[in-house]
């Protein structure tokens, strides 16, 4: 089950939305594979936080989609450094009453707290 909010988690977050001025939108998934070929000519051009640390968490959702059990301190972490860019797009779609970008961090931000619930779950709770 684990495995699964995992998977969910790591699908979710490429389906924020952004835009910004004067003309620009895209989907997270759409933005990193510009990204990665930006990367390729110049990596210190793609060397933001709000860049690496989504990335990073990314890669640790997938590296804890091939442990059995996944250790909860990846899951975590990984939901964390996805999250903090999550966080941001949905405050930003609040203050600009921006229904699209709001819209696209409920699936992760909803995932992410039942992540948490069932971590934080005493074991003989169920």
Not at 6 to 31: K, V
Not at 110 to 125: A, E, P, T, Y
Request: charged share 10%; hydrophobic share 55%; proline share 6%.
């Amino acid at each position: 089950m684990i495995k699964l909010f995992n998977f969910l988690l790591l699908l979710s977050s490429f389906f924020g939305y952004l835009e910004w001025p004067p003309d620009n939108h895209g989907f997270i998934f759409q933005l990193e594979a510009e990204i990665l070929q930006i990367a390729k000519t110049n990596a210190s051009s793609v060397a933001h936080p709000f860049i690496l640390l989504p990335f990073t968490g990314q890669v640790l959702l997938l590296i804890s989609l091939f442990q059995s059990p996944p250790k909860r301190w990846l899951t975590l972490t990984g939901m964390l450094c996805i999250g903090l860019l999550m966080l941001l797009l949905f405050v930003i779609g609040m203050l600009t009453t921006h229904a699209g970008i709001v819209a696209s961090t409920l699936p992760y931000l909803l995932i992410s707290f039942f992540v948490v619930r069932i971590n934080f779950q005493k074991k003989g709770s169920l």
